[in-house]
């Protein structure tokens, strides 16, 4: 029984330093963003209690834009859903099946998540400039002049302008995850399923998806949670401009937070970032737990 006890006093003390660091890192910031949702506070002064105000506020007010905001967020997560994780699964079932220069794609596509996101937010910021940008110069050089754009500083394209470069970026990376689930897969199944006359197509429906499914789930829920927290991208291209047209939950937060000094209205952004992701993952869990049942 004592050595039972030393034991798990053992790994008690290993866990411990990851524990504290987990809970000071991301537990408490999440109870103390919930906290200060209830509050009136400018972030330095004295805090006023006012229960749910802050949260009504948010979802009334015109002004605030919230609504908007979480609408863009979920545009983003729809398109990642149905147009980037499609593309990378593609790209994944077609590197899986041992093409030549494997490797060297592998890495070619995945070089866009390794980068600095301000560095390409720098890249496509040249590509949509208005007079030297590549885009302009190509539609003017080949006499459509008419849609050459200021893609980022018109309100009816700017959105759709900021969403390429989120999507291209990380195309990559949910490649590489689904990549190394194809590659996973017994070459034996395939072999077997090739001898009994199945198609290309056929292998990979009945017998290459079925088998990384636990991994498709997890990017499902990476591209959606990931969209709803998309910031730093935006930031740098856009800063939620023009006019709030390309607002996502997490520059009104930035802005609440340091321009109008409403440190409680950005406490109430974050909290509920938070519950969304929360809510999502579980929801794509138990969606993916139905069809597996099933």
């Known amino acids: 029984m004592t050595k039972l006890y030393s034991k798990k006093t053992t790994i008690l003390l290993f866990i411990l330093p990851a524990l504290v660091l987990f809970i000071a890192i991301l537990v408490a910031p ?6 200060y949702s209830f509050f009136k506070w400018n972030g330095f002064g004295k805090k006023t209690f006012i229960g749910f105000d802050n949260y009504k506020e948010l979802f009334t007010s015109e002004s605030i834009g919230f609504l908007k905001a979480l609408r863009n967020s979920l545009l983003l997560a729809f398109f990642s859903v149905f147009i980037q994780l499609p593309v990378s699964l593609g790209l994944a079932l077609l590197l899986g099946k041992g ?21 390409i937010g720098q890249l496509w910021l040249k590509i949509y400039n208005p ?30 302008a900021v969403f390429v470069p989120i999507l291209w970026q990380y195309v990559g990376y949910h490649m590489l995850l689904m990549y190394a689930g194809v590659k996973s897969v017994p070459p034996e199944y395939r072999e077997a399923a090739m001898i009994d006359g199945a198609t290309e197509g056929q292998v990979n429906r009945y017998i290459v998806l079925p088998s990384i499914k636990p991994i498709i789930k997890i990017s ?17 291209l856009t800063n939620g401009g023009p006019l709030h047209a390309t607002e996502v939950p997490s520059t009104l937060m930035i802005n609440m937070l340091f321009l109008r000094n409403r440190y409680g209205m950005g406490s109430t952004i974050a909290f509920l970032l938070i519950i969304l992701c929360f809510f999502f993952a579980i929801l794509i869990g138990l969606a993916f737990r139905e069809k597996e049942e099933v």
């Open 99 to 119: 093409r030549k220069g494997e490797r060297a794609f592998l890495s070619i596509y995945f070089i866009p998540v390794l980068i600095s996101t301000v560095v």
């Open 30 to 35: 999440i109870f103390a963003s919930g906290f």
């Open 220 to 236: 499902v829920i990476f591209a959606v949670t990931g969209s709803l927290k998309s910031f730093d991208l935006i930031y740098v």
């Open 131 to 160: 007079s030297y940008g590549i885009l302009n110069v190509i539609l003017r050089s080949i006499g459509l002049d008419s849609l050459a754009k200021i893609w980022l500083g018109e309100t009816s394209t700017a959105l759709g």
